[in-house]
């Protein structure tokens, strides 16, 4: 290793153990929706036990419907036993680099596992119409990287009358910790209402059990501030192309900051639902409507300056990835 | 994506069009072989190919066994190249693996390969630099035996499989990479699960779906790709294009299968006659008689058929069920066959994600009223299941080595993000044709019934075995073995001469073609019977099977899976022979 790969490997190693206190807020914060990869008992294999005896075979019954429980619970994740294999426990001490035969120091051979790739998507690109007022919203990530450490952009905003009046855009590195996690450790910036303000961002991001699409990220700020964004969403496919997709994100903070009319606690709520036609997998116009409500302090903020505390705002947009 | 492959750029010394729809035939001991960018059009739209000699599949190569023969390979392409002769018993330098055994052929050069056959059979090359292989370079190998052939057959015809994407292959792979189920348009819907609960109750509905979700798995995982981005070819022909093959009134005809598709599992089979499978991989077996068979890219049959009527369809349906490869056997060109439509999609059964106890889950589905299709699937891992654990009893008691462990050994690598789940009770036996052909009404080859004439080439047991497991992760689509790409893997070491077992145990819900380079894959039955000697061997979802290998090679090989984009995202080994 030469000096630069040393100090890159000495900051992969801050970065992780920054990266696994995320993990631990996020987790603390966020158990009911992304702590879920045991199976849950409401949507699990409850029902399958109930009525297995009336259901199943005599040969099988409870006792193996529980058996198969146990398999696939043991089939993911977890961590190795003590005795797990090796995996370079036949290589004789030799390398990809070095041992007889091999055609030099230097590996010649890559393959794409350690190729970079990278993509943009934009979830949303959509027009809003609002109580007789239109704007037009956007959220967008973008990917660059191999399968398990990738640079991830987030960016999400409003804009009303040619102005960004509402954003948030993030910078990641995403590390992948589990089949379907991935650690997010970076920084937030937010502009439009009031001064800007910069966070330092940890979130997990991944696919919970049924195919939830969860998005959890802690934030500490300057002067204390700290928040915490929750996003879930789900696809239903009503056809191969046509495809439902309900949503819902909430924002909490630790602290007021009336410049940007946020209270503390939960601030705003947003559920949600589009249908989209994938005309192609990477191109599909969709329609939609959301309920946004502000909550707590934010919402007294907004209701001392005559603003709406709820609304229901129909979205008409695209969504298209490259 | 960010990578613009050298395939889409005009190519720098374009001759003329590709030939598409038959390859010469070159003789001798000394051969040219030119690769170069040549236009094709496979589906209406103009496309830049990689050939060798300009044509699509390259030419078929006719060796003599006992010959020493001379391929001179030149590129004129701008990127670097190479060629790989599959199966080839051949010195670790003429292997042609860039980075493995030589430094691969640049720009303008030519490479000098010089091996002396020492075997017969049909067999096969292509590149195995980049997606070249998906490109158009892939042509036949058919050496005839030393003393004589021993097959008899009238005529003789290869029937090259393979499948062509106007896409760049390393664009499909980074579409793959942000989607895995990107070319999956026959996933699970609300209209399915309404006809379901409609049919079969809502509770049925819920179970069969139960499982899937709560793992985050899909049961319509048969292959990667699809006809979506496929066009299915036979000696690079189109369907419509009809590749046509003659013969005779009263011919036997023997026909070379070669799986020579980058990411296509085929199930071959000719409506109106018997398959007599003679060969597998260039190595007689017992003759068999079928009416279907299933390779992967790679794998090769040698079937004889008796036509007696004037045409025949050779029909080949993807794995996955979007499309098919078809060609005619006529007595004279111009004539066609009717063409089957591709048999329904079966989905993944239990058994298919769980091995033996996806088998015995399945019985009690098996039992719920209205599951009817899912029970058709468990019924083969119900059996089968009860068979795998017979076995493991057995083996316990037998002597050391005789036969494959059983106890499943996971490696610690696993455990974490690259893969998406672990078999811990596989399926051990042989004779399962797979999803979408059990019970199919047809008579379908199995592993099973694989015989080699004339039994192993090494009469030595195992002095020790070696376990690899078969892993992936869909959602990321990223492919491993161990659970290690090859980029963080180390090499298996293979000790000069021993004899080793190699099991091979498939953590994913996928088949995947496992090829060895430079040695004999000897396959045995779960009791440590031999099966058959083989170069490339499928491995079926939460399958745990076992070969012999003797190491009589020195030098580095590769080992991987023959899915091209499965080998390229690193379910890719290098073996050392020391």
């Known amino acids: 290793m030469n000096d630069f790969e040393v100090r890159v490997s000495t900051a992969v190693k801050y970065l992780r153990m920054h990266a696994l206190a995320a993990v631990a807020i996020a987790l603390a914060t966020t158990v009911a929706m992304a702590a879920t990869d045991a199976p849950q008992p409401e949507a699990g294999h409850a029902g399958h036990h109930g009525d297995a005896p009336a259901a199943s075979a005599p040969a099988s019954g409870p006792a193996m419907g529980h058996g198969d429980m146990q398999m696939d619970m043991k089939m993911q994740g977890g961590s190795p036993p003590p005795d797990a294999r090796d995996p370079h426990a036949y290589s004789g001490g030799y390398t990809l680099q070095s041992g007889p035969y091999v055609l030099g120091s230097e590996r010649q051979l890559r393959l794409a596992d350690e190729k970079a790739f990278g993509t943009v998507l934009f979830d949303n690109l959509e027009a809003v119409r609002s109580h007789g007022n239109s704007s037009a919203a956007y959220d967008a990530l973008a990917r660059l990287g191999r399968d398990y450490d990738k640079l991830v952009i987030k960016a999400e905003g409003e804009v009303d009358d040619g102005k960004v009046h509402e954003a948030r855009t993030e910078a990641l590195w995403s590390h992948a910790v589990a089949t379907f996690w991935d650690t997010q450790l970076g920084v937030r910036q937010d502009s439009g209402v009031g001064p800007d303000r910069t966070w330092l961002a940890l979130g997990v991001q991944g696919l919970a059990p049924y195919w939830f699409e969860i998005d959890a990220t802690a934030y500490v700020g300057d002067g204390g501030r700290t928040g915490l964004r929750l996003d879930a969403e789900y696809e239903l496919l009503i056809t191969q192309k046509l495809i439902v997709q309900p949503h819902i994100e909430a924002n909490l903070f630790g602290k007021s900051d009336d410049e940007r009319e946020i209270g503390k606690g939960l601030s705003d709520l947003t559920v949600g639902v589009r249908l989209r036609y994938e005309f192609t997998r990477q191109f599909a116009p969709y329609v939609g409507i959301e309920w946004a409500g502000r909550f707590g302090d934010t919402a007294d903020i907004a209701r001392t300056a005559g603003e709406r505390t709820h609304e229901t705002r129909y979205v008409a947009g695209v969504r298209f990835w490259f | 994506m960010l990578s613009l492959s050298p395939f889409v750029r005009p190519a720098r010394a374009a001759a003329g069009p590709a030939t598409t729809g038959g390859a010469a035939v070159l003789r001798g001991t000394e051969f040219s072989l030119v690769v170069a960018e040549s236009p094709v059009n496979f589906t209406g739209a103009p496309r830049m190919a990689t050939t060798i000699n300009g044509s699509i599949p390259a030419p078929t190569l006719r060796w003599h066994e006992g010959d020493t023969v001379t391929l001179h390979v030149t590129n004129r392409m701008r990127v670097a190249t190479s060629i790989h002769w599959h199966g080839i018993i051949l010195p670790y330098q003429m292997d042609g693996v860039p980075g493995i055994s030589f430094a691969g052929i640049a720009p303008g050069e030519t490479f000098t390969y010089r091996f002396k056959v020492e075997q017969s059979g049909t067999f096969w090359y292509h590149s195995h630099s980049g997606m070249q292989e998906q490109t158009g370079m892939y042509g036949a190998i058919v050496i005839d035996p030393r003393d004589g052939e021993t097959i008899r057959a009238d005529r003789d015809h290869v029937v090259q499989l393979s499948d062509w994407t106007d896409e760049d292959p390393m664009r499909v792979l980074a579409k793959l990479k942000a989607q895995g189920d990107y070319y999956n348009f026959n996933q699970p819907t609300v209209v399915d699960f309404f006809r379901d609960a409609s049919n079969d109750g809502m509770k049925a509905a819920l179970d069969k779906r139960r499982m899937w979700n709560q793992m985050r798995m899909s049961p319509s995982d048969l292959g990667d790709l699809s006809a979506t981005t496929l066009i299915y070819l036979m000696n690079g022909s189109t369907p419509a294009g009809n590749w046509t093959g003659l013969f005779g009134p009263g011919e036997r005809v023997r026909l070379r299968f070669i799986n020579g598709a980058a990411n296509t599992f085929y199930d071959v089979r000719i409506p109106g006659l018997k398959l007599i499978v003679v060969q597998a991989d260039g190595v007689n077996v017992e003759p068999v008689t079928v009416d279907e068979f299933r390779f992967g890219p790679g794998e090769t049959y040698d079937v004889i058929v008796q036509p007696k009527e004037d045409a025949y369809t050779v029909f080949a349906q993807s794995m996955e069920r979007s499309g098919y490869a078809r060609g005619t056997l006529a007595v004279r060109p111009g004539l066609d066959a009717p063409v089957p439509q591709p048999d329904s999609r079966e989905s993944l059964t239990m058994a298919d994600m769980m091995g033996a106890m996806g088998g015995m889950a399945g019985m009690e589905h098996a039992r719920t009223p209205g599951m009817d299709h899912a029970a058709m699937g468990h019924k083969a891992g ?73 039994g192993p080439m090494d009469p030595r047991g195992a002095e020790r075995e070696i376990e690899l497991h078969l892993t992936g992760n869909m ?49 045995e039955q779960p009791d440590g019977r031999f099966q058959a000697r083989r170069h490339t061997i499928p491995v079926q979802p939460a399958q745990r099977i076992s070969f012999l290998v003797t190491a009589d090679a020195l030098g580095r090989w590769a080992w991987h899976c023959h899915l091209l984009l499965h080998m390229d995202s690193g379910m890719f080994r290098e073996v050392v022979v020391a």
């Not at chain 2, 493991?392 to 690598?413: C, E, F």
């Not at chain 2, 696993?414 to 399962?432: F, H, I, K, Q």
């Open chain 2, 382 to 454: 119900m059996h089968h299941g009860g068979m795998a654990m017979d076995h493991s009893q057995h083996a316990m008691g037998g002597a050391a080595n005789a036969a494959a462990s059983t106890k499943v050994r996971h490696a610690r690598t696993e455990y974490g993000a690259s893969t998406d789940m672990r078999v811990d009770m596989p399926r051990t036996n042989l004779d399962d044709p797979g999803v979408g052909l059990r019970d199919n009404g047809r008579r379908v080859l199995t592993l099973a019934d694989l015989h080699t004439v004339g």
């Open chain 2, 475 to 523: 959602e990321r689509y990223s492919w491993s073995l161990d659970g290690l790409e090859f980029g963080r893997s180390t090499p298996v070491h293979l000790r000069y001469g021993e004899r080793a077992r190699v099991i091979l145990h498939n953590d994913t819900m996928m088949t995947h073609p496992m090829h060895l380079h430079g040695m004999w894959s000897e396959l």
